[in-house]
């Protein structure tokens, strides 16, 4: 006959077998697996599909605009960079007497 050691393990595992989450096929996950993970990488790329101007810098590119933007850079002939506010901020806020 059963004894209660022998019935407690096979109904453990019984009972473990029914909290398989995962779909029946192996390899078949859900549809949805990793849609968080690819949407924060997409949101993060400026654009997948850029757009050149002619005449400007292109992936695999010789050189050649890349040279004459050193050379600017190097001649300091390169445009200044402005400074630019964008907010105002007052100080103060005690009380005078």
Known sequence: ??????FIPLAALLA???CN???SVIGSGDVHFGEAAK???AVQIINPDPVYVA????PGDSGATAAAA????RTDTVKKVEDIKTSTSTTGGGSQH
């Open 39 to 41: 949407f924060n990488a």
């Open 55 to 58: 005449g400007g810098a292109l």
């Open 1 to 6: 006959m059963f004894s209660s050691q022998r």
């Open 21 to 23: 989450t995962a779909n």
């Open 16 to 18: 473990l077998g029914g």
């Open 70 to 73: 050193t050379k600017r850079y």
